[in-house]
């Protein structure tokens, strides 16, 4: 059975950093792409960023782009989103997701739990 | 950036009545579009995906069609446990990846 499990949420202040982590199981790991999404409070949910399986290339929204940094760890199965530069409009639950390939031209298939992000002073 | 639009943003319907959702996407995605449900407090949890194919373990009383730019997922028959929020995504044309804003199915 495919677990996702984020950690790394927190308060923290605007400009601030923070990197999630998401580690997984119960698949080849590396066989597949995988992506952050965030859903801020009270909203729809927003693609963030994803990561390629082999070859680990990677996307971005515009906003995004430079600020937030995707990475894995294939021999740890662990997903990762560095955050710099937070705003308060980054406050969300953001969510690991696996795609059902290892291009990321695919469907979303399994989800984690979330972890809440909370930007603030 | 293809902008996914759904409605009704609330949909009020009784136990055991059918409900049709609907998704419009600003071009063609072809089939490449997803279902997912969202109960409170829960991660989204794929239902459909290439726009009519359940996902394992989704119960038969759901199903989506459309291709292009418009697609409808309909629930047959509609369960206590069916009463949640409902997104579209499409996957054909990124980055970005984008969702539509969700609509709400509740009891009449």
């Known amino acids: 059975e495919v677990h996702l499990l984020e950690s790394g949420g927190d308060l923290v202040q605007p400009g601030g950093s923070l990197r999630l982590s998401c580690a997984a199981s119960?698949?080849?790991?590396?066989?597949?792409?995988m992506s952050w999404v965030r859903q801020s409070p009270g909203k729809g949910l927003e693609w963030v960023s994803s990561?390629?399986?082999?070859?680990?290339?990677?996307f971005f929204t515009d906003s995004e782009k430079g600020r937030f940094t995707i990475s894995r760890d294939n021999s740890k199965n662990t997903l990762y989103l560095q955050m710099n530069r937070l705003r308060a409009d980054d406050t969300a639950v953001y969510y690991c997701?696996?795609?059902?390939?290892?291009?990321?031209?695919?469907?979303?298939?399994?989800w984690g739990q979330g972890t809440l992000v909370t930007v603030s002073s | 950036e293809i902008v996914m639009t759904q409605s009704p943003v609330t949909l009020s319907v009784s136990p055991g009545g059918r409900a049709a959702l609907s998704c419009r996407a600003s071009?063609?995605?072809?089939?490449?579009l997803a279902w997912y449900q969202q109960k409170p407090g829960q991660a989204p949890r794929l239902l459909i995906y290439?726009?009519?194919t359940r996902a394992t373990g989704v119960p038969a009383r759901f199903s989506g069609s459309g291709s292009g730019a418009e697609f409808t997922l309909t629930i047959s028959s509609l369960q206590s446990e069916d009463f949640a929020v409902y997104y579209c995504?499409?996957?054909?044309?990124?980055?970005?990846?984008?969702f539509g804003g969700g609509t709400k199915v509740e009891i009449k």
């Open positions: 997701a696996k795609y059902s390939d290892s291009s990321g031209h695919s469907n979303f298939d399994s």
């Open positions: 119960g698949f080849t790991f590396s066989n597949y792409a």
């Open positions: 990561i390629t399986g082999i070859g680990g290339r990677t």
């Open positions: 071009q063609s995605v072809g089939s490449n």
């Open positions: 290439g726009a009519s």
């Open positions: 995504q499409q996957y054909d044309i990124w980055p970005p990846l984008t």
